[in-house]
């Protein structure tokens, strides 16, 4: 009986400078295809007795459209990089998603948050010490979010979508509509406050 052809990737990304502990990490990602599917593979690494060893092994799928795009940046303030990739794309491009993985620094090891491509163009915001997304469709909204466990957890909003309304969420998800005015319009606005409201100049 032959045995199975292991595929060759057709992305691979290395870093062992930025990612986690500096010089201590490694990750690696590497994009598959097989037939008519897409997978990617993310081994992430630690060293030890000057030799990687392997901590976290993920394996997720991926659509035909982008190259992953890996990016390295700390999201969460630690000063300790975290990893992001792009598995879909959506709304045209506008919508961008990328699953995050954060650096665990007490256990060495990555945690993915399992639903960060439900948001996408997701960015830190140092102004609120948080992460906040970017959502495009008819009109759009930018959603405020903290990093629970392994999720986001959103706990306030700002949509435009006939007129602006500004919402916060409590720690069990109910909502509460703290500011509406349906005389604004804007074609687009991605806000870093939400109270006092408060524009990006760029992101």
């Known amino acids: 009986m032959p045995i199975a052809e292991i595929p060759l990737p057709e992305e691979i990304f290395i870093d062992s400078t930025h990612i986690g502990k500096k010089g201590h990490n490694k990750i690696e ?26 901590q976290n092994k993920f394996e997720q799928d991926k659509d035909d459209v982008l190259s992953c795009e890996p990016e390295i940046s700390d999201f969460n303030n630690d000063k300790l990089n975290d990893f992001t990739y792009v598995p879909a794309l959506a709304a045209r491009g506008a ?92 074609s687009y606005v991605r806000y870093k406050n939400y109270k006092p409201l408060k524009e990006y100049e760029d992101y």
């Not at 037939?35 to 392997?54: E, P, Q, R």
């Not at 949509?159 to 720690?171: I, K, M």
């Open 29 to 54: 990602l590497l994009k598959y295809r097989i037939s008519d599917s897409n997978y990617v593979v993310i081994n992430f690494y630690t060293k030890s007795a000057g030799k990687w060893k392997l």
């Open 95 to 186: 919508n961008k998603i990328r699953r995050l993985f954060i650096y665990d620094i007490k256990k060495d090891q990555l945690i993915y948050i399992k639903n960060s491509d439900e948001y996408p163009n997701l960015l830190y915001n140092n102004q609120l010490n948080c992460i906040d997304a970017f959502l495009v469709y008819g009109g759009c909204e930018t959603v405020f979010l903290k990093l629970q466990g392994d999720s986001l957890k959103e706990f306030a909003s700002v949509e435009l979508s006939d007129g602006l309304t500004v919402t916060t969420y409590d720690s069990n998800g109910r909502e509460k509509v703290i500011y509406r005015n349906k005389k604004i319009r804007g």
